[in-house]
């Protein structure tokens, strides 16, 4: 079970499904034998590669769109080349991922 978490980046439920099990079972699993689970941040960025996280928007005329939430890569070492100049850029504000 701790191969199916670690090495193939399952979820709870992936494991579950895959053992036709609950994904409380396999929760109180973890728990008794001691497997290391992985931060909630670092299982939210597997599932939006894999294009599991979606979400609803319904527009005012009505029309509801499903959206599906694309995990991206930060290049960090933009950060790292700090100027003065920065807290007027950094203060833009984003919406729904795009600098305004």
Known sequence: MEMLDIEQK???QDTAD????TRDLVYDLMKDYA???RSHSKARRIVQRAGKVEY?????????????????DVNLSF??????????????????????
Do not use: D
Not at 18 to 21: I, Q
Not at 56 to 68: C, D, F, N, P
């Open 35 to 37: 497997i290391p689970r």
């Open 56 to 72: 609803a928007v319904r527009w005012s005329s009505g029309k509801t769109r499903r959206i599906k939430q694309a995990g991206t």
């Open 79 to 100: 950060l790292r080349e700090w100027s003065p100049e920065w807290p007027m850029c950094s203060g833009s504000s984003t919406r729904a991922g795009a600098f305004v």
């Open 10 to 12: 399952l979820s709870l």
């Open 18 to 21: 895959r053992y036709s099990c």
